[in-house]
């Protein structure tokens, strides 16, 4: 698996957090932390940087590699 720091700009609540675990999830990857505060989630999933970013896309999240 493949580790990736992101930055998920529009991610603000419990609900928000929720959503992208359960979208990391179906794809067969693993939410290692999500930091509402800081808008930051590191990320262990076995797809290429475009894909996981097209994960969080369809899950409704604004997000860029760090």
Known sequence: MAEYKLRIANMSCAHCEK????????????VKS??????????????DADKLLNIIDEAGYDAGLM
Do not use: M, Q
Request: aromatic share 0%.
């Open 34 to 47: 999500l930091d509402l505060k800081t808008k930051e989630a590191v990320i262990d999933i076995e797809a």
């Open 19 to 30: 959503r992208i675990r359960e979208a990391v999830e179906a794809a067969g990857g693993a």
